[in-house]
T-cell receptor
Framework: QQQVKQSPQSLIVQKGGISIINCAYENTAFDYFPWYQQFPGKGPALLIAIRPDVSEKKEGRFTISFNKSAKQFSLHIMDSQPGDSATYFCAASKGGGSNYKLTFGKGTLLTVNP | DVKVTQSSRYLVKRTGEKVFLECVQD?????MFWYRQDPGLGLRLIYFSYDVKMKEKGDIPEGYSVSREKKERFSLILESASTNQTSMYLCASTLGGVGQPQHFGDGTRLSIL
């Protein structure tokens, strides 16, 4: 049973465009939703995270939108740059805001063309 | 700076061998994790440890075991390697508190021939 469903599997965007990656979860006990970014040859690293008491969180060009009733959350990358090309994983946990015991989506390979 | 070090970047072993993957963190974290990463399947949790000598099974523990004798070191053991265990293996650690991220190593690409 896949608890966090991520789409699309791959995404190609032109430089300066908006990249959007979507995730849906099933377990209503999840209370923390981070996004991890992974560059080739490297391990994933925390990019941005949100808790369900807010509907949006923005850090620079990266924004998480959260819809609790629909059990969905998404990552928006504004003004996408070639350096943003990476694999992005959404995740969820029920650790009260902790990254302990994360359930990951299957990942989205983002390519930003120059 | 936070550092999680995996002992090998690439490893080639033969079917039936006992394989050890080592991970060391320098952050005094209680919690450590082993994942495998396969194309199209994302990150799947194999085992995790929340303290020395303490461990719990993750989502795909079959064919694997772990050892944590010291706080900073977490080992993944393939008791009798099989070709379907060819994969990228990632180790991570975290303090576990609110907002504390998992810190990942750069992975070990293991090939079983």
């Amino acid at each position: 049973q896949q608890q966090v469903k991520q789409s699309p599997q791959s995404l190609i965007v032109q430089k300066g465009g908006i990249s959007i990656i979507n995730c849906a979860y099933e377990n209503t006990a999840f209370d923390y939703f981070p996004w991890y970014q992974q560059f080739p040859g490297k391990g994933p690293a925390l990019l941005i995270a949100i808790r369900p008491d807010v509907s949006e969180k923005k850090e620079g060009r990266f924004t998480i939108s959260f819809n609790k009733s629909a059990k969905q959350f998404s990552l928006h990358i504004m003004d996408s740059q070639p350096g943003d090309s990476a694999t992005y994983f959404c995740a969820a946990s029920k650790g009260g805001g902790s990254n302990y015991k994360l359930t990951f989506g299957k990942g989205t390979l983002l390519t930003v063309n120059p | 700076d936070v550092k999680v070090t995996q002992s090998s970047r690439y490893l080639v072993k033969r079917t039936g061998e006992k394989v050890f993957l080592e991970c060391v963190q320098d952050m005094d974290h209680e919690n450590m994790f082993w994942y495998r990463q396969d194309p199209g399947l994302g990150l799947r949790l194999i085992y995790f440890s929340y303290d020395v000598k303490m461990k719990e099974k993750g989502d795909i523990p079959e064919g694997y075991s772990v050892s944590r004798e010291k706080k900073e070191r977490f080992s993944l053991i393939l008791e009798s390697a099989s070709t379907n265990q060819t994969s990228m293996y990632l180790c991570a650690s975290t303090l576990g508190g609110v907002g504390q991220p998992q810190h990942f190593g750069d992975g070990t690409r293991l090939s079983i021939l």
